[in-house]
C-alpha cells in the first residue's frame, strides 16, 4: 500500500508520497501528479495532505480488564463510599428488573432513587436468573480521596457492602487495579476468608484478579480484539500486554480469531516464566503460533503496592503511618530477574515509591538484567545517574501525575518534587516511554502527551512545572526515539489532520487522527 499526498509530521509540509514494501517504508518521494500515478498503476490512495508520524504504542495495558472496563459498573466518578454504595444499589434494581427477579435485600436504608449508572456488570449479561444477577462487578474506586477511609467509623466496610448487595457476589476493583472491595458471597465464591473491611489488596488480590467475573473465555478474548480496533482508531500500533494470566496462550487463541489490530508484546509474571523459558523464547521473539504481530515481552514482577492503596514502598511513613511493604523479598526478586536475564528475558519491574524504585535497582545490579521500571512515581536523586547507567527504560504513565496530583500531595507530603520526575529523567540520560496501564487510565496516548506537557486538567498551574516536557519529547516517548518518518522503518503509522509537532499546548489533545497503518495494513481508516 502506497500513501499519496500526504505532509511529513515535522517536516516543511510539502506534498509526498510515500511507499510501502513488505511492511516497511522503502520511499519517500516528492507527491506525483494524480495523472502520473493512475499511468504507473501505484497502489494506494490520496489522503489529501494528511500529516504521517510513526504509529503510538501504549508501553503499559492490562488488556483483559481494559476490555473488560466498558462492560463493568463505572465508579471512578465517586467521592465517598456512600456514593458508590448508592451506585451498586442503583445497578443491581436495574440488574434485578431486566431478569424479572426482585431482591429486598439491594435497597439502602432511607435510599430513594436510582443512582443513574448503568452500565454492565461484568458477566452479568445473559446469566440473570429469578434470584437476580449471578455476580456485580464494578471498577474505579478511588479510595485514598474518600473523606472517611478503611477502619472509620461511618467509611467503607463488609457490613456496609452486605446490606446493599445481600447473596449477589459484589466486587468492586480499585482504580489502581492492586485492590478491591468484596461482599461476603464474593469473599466465599473466591475462597478468601472475611475481614472487618471487606477489602483485599496485593498478592491475595492478585491471585484472584484473573477469575474475578463470569465471562467465558471466549468472550474476554472477543472484548480484546474488539478493544483492539478501537485502539487503532486513536493512532496505536503496538501495546506492551501485562496482564497477571497466560498471556501467551490467550494471544494465540486471540489471533485465530481474527486479532489484527496492532502489535503486542506479551509479557509473563514470574508463574508463567519457566514455561516460556523450556520454549526456548527471549525478549522479542516472534511468538510461534501467533502470528508476525506478537512477540515475547519481559518479565513482569510487581515489587510494590500503589500510591492509591497506600502500599507504595516508600522511605518515609505514610501520615496515618506504615511505609508501605514490598511485595517479593530482595532475594526472590534477583533470583527470578537473574534466571530470566540468563535466558535472554528482559525484566518490567513495578516500582512505585522510592524504597522499591531503589531496591528494584539494587536487583537489576545483581542479576546483570536488562529492562524497565515499571512507574517510577517516586524516584530520589541518587537513584537517577544509577537508572543511567544500569541502561534501564523509565516507563511511566503520564495520565496517573494529573489523577494522583492532589492525593500524592497529601500521602507524600513535602516529597512530590521528586514524583513524575519526566524532565529530570531525560536530562540524566534515562530513555523513558509512556504508557496508560489501562484500564487504571484510559488507553489514549494523546491525552498522554498532553498530561506530560503541561501536567494540569483543570484551571490550576502545572503540577511541578519544572518537570515539563516539550510535544516533541512527549511524542519520541509514545512513537519512538525518532518521532519521524524514516525510510526503512516498519510501516507502523498515523495520520493526522494536523501536525503535532506544529500544534504547541492549545493544539492537543487530539490532533485528529484519520488512518492507522500496522505493517503497511490500513487498520484503521477515518477518512
Known sequence: MNLHSVRLAGGTGDLVDVTLTAGRVSAVRPAARPTDRDAD?????????????????????????????????????????????????????????????RSETIERPGDSGDSGAARDSAGSAGTGSPAGPDELTGHGLWHSRWERGWGDPDG?????????TGTVPTTLISADLHSAWLNSAALERYGLPRSPSGLVAETDWFEIMSRVGRASEATRDARVIEAGRAAAARGIVGIVDFDPIDTHAAWRRRVAAGFDSHRVRASVWPDFLDAAIAAGLRTGDQLPGAGPLVRMGSLKVISDGSLNTHSAWCHDPYPG????????????????????????????????????????????????????????????????????????????????????????????????????RFADFLAAGVPMVF?????????????????????????????????????????????????????????????????????????????????????????????
Open 41 to 101: 498503476g501505484a497502489d494506494g490512495a490520496s489522503w489529501h495532505g494528511a500529516w504521517v508520524l510513526p504509529g503510538l504504542w501504549d508501553h503499559h495495558v492490562h488488556p483483559v480488564d481494559w476490555a473488560a472496563s466498558t462492560h463493568r459498573l463505572d465508579l471512578t466518578a465517586h467521592t465517598s463510599s456512600d456514593q458508590v454504595l448508592d451506585a451498586v444499589a442503583g445497578e443491581l434494581r436495574r440488574l434485578h428488573a431486566r431478569s424479572g427477579g
Open 156 to 164: 467503607p466496610s463488609l457490613a456496609a457492602l452486605d446490606a446493599v
Open 321 to 420: 503511618g506504615g511505609r508501605g511493604a514490598a511485595n517479593v523479598s530482595g532475594s526472590e526478586l534477583r533470583t527470578t530477574m537473574r534466571r530470566a536475564a540468563r535466558a535472554g528475558v528482559s525484566s518490567a519491574i513495578h516500582a512505585i515509591g522510592d524504597r522499591a524504585v531503589g531496591a528494584a535497582l539494587d536487583a537489576f545490579e545483581a542479576a546483570r538484567a536488562t529492562g524497565s521500571i515499571e512507574h517510577a512515581q517516586l524516584v530520589r536523586d541518587e537513584d537517577l545517574p544509577r537508572l543511567a547507567r544500569l541502561g534501564l527504560t523509565a516507563s511511566v504513565q503520564p495520565l496517573h501525575l494529573l489523577d494522583d496530583r492532589d492525593v500524592a500531595e497529601r500521602l507524600w507530603p513535602g516529597r512530590t518534587g521528586r514524583a513524575y
Open 435 to 527: 504508557g496508560s496501564d489501562a484500564p487504571v487510565a484510559p488507553l489514549d496516548p494523546w491525552a498522554g502527551i498532553t498530561a506530560a506537557v503541561r501536567r494540569t486538567r483543570d484551571e490550576r498551574g502545572p503540577w511541578h512545572g519544572e518537570q515539563r516536557i516539550s510535544v516533541v519529547e512527549a511524542l519520541a516517548a509514545t512513537c519512538g526515539r525518532v518521532p519521524r518518518v524514516r525510510v526503512g522503518d516498519a510501516a507502523d503509522l498515523v495520520l493526522t489532520e494536523i501536525d503535532p509537532f506544529r500544534v504547541g499546548e492549545e493544539g492537543l489533545p487530539d490532533p485528529g487522527v484519520v488512518g492507522t497503518l500496522c505493517a503497511g495494513r490500513l487498520t484503521f481508516d477515518g477518512r
